[in-house]
């Protein structure tokens, strides 16, 4: 198995700005077709996403208190793998 191109990182808040614990953010859409990749917030509202191959990802939150997605461009160039980090607020 290959390293991943990048990591996507960031948190998730509810409308009034609070972190979201136990959300579930996942690739929604991405470069090349993509199995099940999602991941659960922490206590604070953070995840981690391993971005398999370089290209735009959209991800994708979607609790009881709302929805939220964004897009994210992850370039791996350079030693190391490119990293984005991304809020999403749900509404």
């Given at each position: ?66 929805t939220a997605s ?13 990293g984005a980090v ?6």
């Amino acid at each position: 198995m290959s390293a991943p191109a990048g990591v996507i990182s960031g948190v998730v808040r509810d409308a009034a700005g609070d972190p979201v614990a136990g959300a579930r953010v996942a690739f929604t859409d991405g470069p090349r077709p993509l199995p099940d990749i999602a991941a659960l917030t922490d206590g604070e509202g953070h995840f981690s996403l391993a971005a398999p191959a370089e290209g735009t990802y959209t991800l994708a939150c979607r609790t009881d208190d709302g929805t939220a997605s964004a897009a994210v461009h992850i370039t791996g160039r350079g030693l190391r793998p490119a990293g984005a980090v991304v809020e999403l607020r749900l509404g």
